[in-house]
């Protein structure tokens, strides 16, 4: 649900003159050999030491659901980081697990800023963001006669914001960070309606280099709610050098018998054609997966799925798959049905994107579920057991109905106050805690250490 400010700002915004389009995603030509290398990537990241015990595999996904989302986000991050985990001697916590956090909309500030500064998350990220009155702030700027007189559109103000209260200006290579998680921040492509991940293999396809783009602009294109947001462009550069080369499985057989996988392929294969996908815009992530899970599914399957993912980047099978999926989205009693009076546009709006919204993310939480098991057969034998744990956090489980109700009733803003912040926070930690999967997967690990 987006409040109603916002939608009548949007209202004003869009009577004003167009906005000229920023673009800020360099050639790869453009960029000298030794700044091109190494790259933000799937294969420059599994390239790099990995985290402390190599028999475990953490995957987060956080959703999206603006600061809600981000808050929920933060105190699984904070629960993890809280679990201690015995590890060749020394003691780890499960938060050094972690190996990739895929994430869209709201929970991609919470992410981006653990990729980019890793336990500071736990010292800024809440004076910083979470406590913070962004969506004030972004309407006293989008309403300030500078910005009306300006050709800059409403998501360079939100990308400036984020800057100066997040990021610092930092880039994609500021995020290698020894021992950090892959940070997969997705947006959607709004001229064909597939999903775009700030990775190097997508950059590739546009022949242009990411360890120079900005974080927050990738931020803010993965929350781009459209209306509400402008695009974020990107220029589909048509000298790609040595970036030439296929993504991943693009050029691999057999793709035709997965339709979403072939579907995909081909949506992505569209960014060669450099005549008439000359730019590309960027909205938000939500649109095409609001839970951050099908970035995942896509990257495994479009490398030759669980086995073809393994070879391809050298990697071992784990003893303990273990995905997390932090889900923000809310399901609250329509008001509309206490009264036969006609409901509002936005009402409307609103009840229409919940119900497309919750029925896609069950679809998905099914499909990677299976996908899972899938995998982790895949790459087991007679000699090792890849066990798949999948633990889904979201506010549905809250056992207490009263806070149930009042986490339920935070609408997805950019803004919160400090008593929803704490409740989330504490909610984010205590369903992961009293997470059944997530026992057991504690248990099993427990077992492990004790074993001789």
Known sequence: MVRLPLLLLAG??????????????????????????????????YR????????????????????????????????????????????YSLLDEVDLISAVSGGSFTAAYYGLHGDRLFEDFRPHFLQQDNEQHLVQQLTSPTHLFSSNGRTEVAIAHYDETLFGGATFADLRRSGAPLIVINATDLGKGVRFSFLQEYFDLLCSDLGSFSIARAVAASSAVPLLFNPVILKNHDDCGAAGKPWLGLSLPGHAEDFEISLVTRKLQSYRDKQQRRYIHLVDGGITDNLGLRAIYEIVEVAGGARGFQQRFGERAPQRMVFIVVDA????????????????????????????????????????????????????????????YFIEIGLDSLEDPAERLFLNRIPTTLSLDGEQVERLIAAGATLLRGNSEFKRLLADLSAASAAP
């Open 12 to 45: 004003i915004m869009l009577q004003a003159c167009s906005s000229v389009g920023v673009v800020r995603n360099a050639a790869r030509s453009a960029v000298s050999e030794a700044q091109q290398a190494p790259t933000y990537s799937i294969v420059d990241h």
């Open 48 to 91: 790099q030491p990995r985290p402390p015990d190599e028999r475990l595999s953490l995957v987060l996904a956080f959703s999206g659901g603006g600061s809600r989302a981000a808050a929920l986000a933060y105190g699984v991050l904070q629960a993890l980081r809280e679990t201690p985990v015995d590890g060749a001697g020394k003691d």
């Open 329 to 388: 989205s809310t399901d609250v009693e329509p008001s509309m049905d206490l009264s036969a009076a006609e409901p509002s546009l936005e009402e409307t709006i609103n009840a229409l994107t919940d119900a497309q919204l919750h029925r896609y993310n069950a679809a998905t939480l099914k499909l990677l579920q299976s996908s899972q098991r899938r995998w982790s057969r895949a790459i087991s034998n007679d000699g090792h057991n890849v066990e798949p």
